[in-house]
T-cell receptor, first 116, second 111 residues
Framework: DVKVTQSSRYLVKRTGEKVFLECVQDMDHENMFWYRQDPGLGLRLIYF???????EKGDIPEGYSVSREKKERFSLILESASTNQTSMYLC???????????????FGPGTRLTVL | GDSVTQMEGPVTLSEEAFLTINCTYTATGYPSLFWYVQYPGEGLQLLLK?????DKGSNKGFEATYRKETTSFHLEKGSVQVSDSAVYFC??????????FGKGTRLHILP
């Protein structure tokens, strides 16, 4: 059974703290993604990675960074958490399309982060 | 750029009612189209997909047909159940293995 796991389901942090969200997948996928989900805004892509040590900015990278030291692990870092980063964070992974038109993403259960 | 527009929710139906959730898209090229579902407290999971025009994706009684002429991919189910209560996302395959999601439609099914 394919699996994407996230380190915490719920997290409460203080403004200014450094926050690490971890994501691990066991499917040997090259691609990994971080999204945030907010009511009325749907999913917005923060960062993604096609391979170890690689990272690409998504649509809303400001205030975030990422790390991918191993293929199975993709970390999202909030350098100095702010209240407007209170959200649901979803991690996903996929195989590269390599010319095919089908590239299903597999999602973790999400981390609901509250910044006070 | 590429985008997906889906009907806003919430949608509230009685059990055994017919369901339609509208989805239209704007894209260059020939994207694959998806419906993802998010059950309460969970991440998203793929419900069905279609990879080319006139393809019909189906799963768990849900269906959607890739209509290139109307740029639509409407989700339908003939008889919904309480267990179908969830948030449904229409999506398309974007450049570089990215997926572009609609904003989601929350569905409530009343017993």
């Amino acid at each position: 059974d394919v699996k994407v796991t996230q380190s915490s389901r719920y997290l409460v942090k203080r403004t200014g703290e450094k926050v690490f969200l971890e994501c691990v997948q066991d499917m040997d996928h090259e691609n990994m993604f971080w999204y945030r989900q907010d009511p009325g805004l749907g999913l917005r892509l923060i960062y993604f990675s096609y391979d170890v040590k690689m990272k690409e900015k998504g649509d809303i990278p400001e205030g975030y960074s990422v790390s991918r030291e191993k293929k199975e692990r993709f970390s999202l870092i909030l350098e100095s958490a702010s209240t407007n980063q209170t959200s649901m964070y979803l991690c996903a992974s996929s195989y590269p399309s390599a010319g095919s038109s089908y590239n299903e993403q597999f999602f973790g259960p999400g981390t609901r982060l509250t910044v006070l | 750029g590429d985008s997906v527009t889906q009907m806003e929710g919430p949608v509230t139906l009685s059990e055994e009612a017919f369901l339609t959730i509208n989805c239209t898209y704007t894209a260059t090229g020939y994207p694959s189209l998806f419906w993802y579902v998010q059950y309460p407290g969970e991440g998203l999971q793929l419900l069905l997909k279609a990879t080319k025009a006139d393809d019909k994706g189906s799963n768990k009684g849900f269906e959607a047909t890739y209509r290139k002429e109307t740029t639509s991919f409407h989700l339908e189910k003939g008889s919904v159940q309480v267990s179908d209560s969830a948030v449904y996302f229409c999506a398309l395959s974007g450049v570089g293995d990215k997926i572009i999601f609609g904003k989601g439609t929350r569905l409530h099914i009343l017993p």
